[in-house]
């Protein structure tokens, strides 16, 4: 990594962030970690986050690796410098020998890395959301300019991480809202099916109670109203007209 003046600064961070604006959430996230790589001269960028419940462990969200991006990975936090970075709540920068440093981090061997920067990703409310590594083959040079531009371009990813989950929070409540509110308009549109009103002035006979239909014929009520609604009768008789109808049977069998 060749050093960076003071001059370059506002130029370097002006390319990197130099990003189609359509793009949000992962695909941001990929487009910025290859401006960083390529533009800070980093072998390799990752952004990821740690995982819930007791966070001893990463899982990458984006990595560029060389010349593309990388398939995701998970690794534990003890004895790592990603360790030191979300613990402690700061940039952590090892301009060199970092294998020699951490030792048990057989990751940074294998990838034959020289040198790390990590920044925490905070939310709005100054909550750990997740991590920003750039790793390299060679030394750092300029290391106090790198780190305040690293904790920068963190303070950008939590920006986008947190307006992503939003956007995401908002489709899930949307696509939920919309759910229910399909379900009620099947229930509505079932409930609908099912009944048929009856309505208007119908004539009805004020003494036999038959109702007159539409072609002038008198039918009974059950009859007419079975007919018009989905309505259904059950018979039997009330305690008055039981009286009048069956009255004289009662007394008949009193007298046996």
Known sequence: MKAITPQETVKILQDILDIDQRKIGIEYLRALAKNIAQILEFKYVFIGHALEPDKQKVETDVVWAGTDYFDNFEYE??????????SGKRVCIYPDSIVEQFPED???????????????????DGKLSGILVLLDDGPIEDAELLTAIVDFLASRVGTEIERYYMAENLKRLVVERTTELEQSNRDL?????EIKVLQGIIPICSHCKKVRDDRGFWQQVESYIAKH?????SHGVC???????YSDLLKNLENK
């Open 77 to 86: 936090l003890k004895n790592t410098p990603c360790e030191n970075v979300l």
């Open 106 to 124: 057989t990751l940074l061997a294998e990838m034959g890395v020289e040198s790390y920067i990590g920044a925490p990703v905070l939310t709005v």
């Open 189 to 193: 549109k079932l409930a609908l099916s």
């Open 229 to 233: 609604s989905k309505a259904s009768f």
């Open 239 to 245: 305690p008055q007209c039981f009286d009048e109808v």
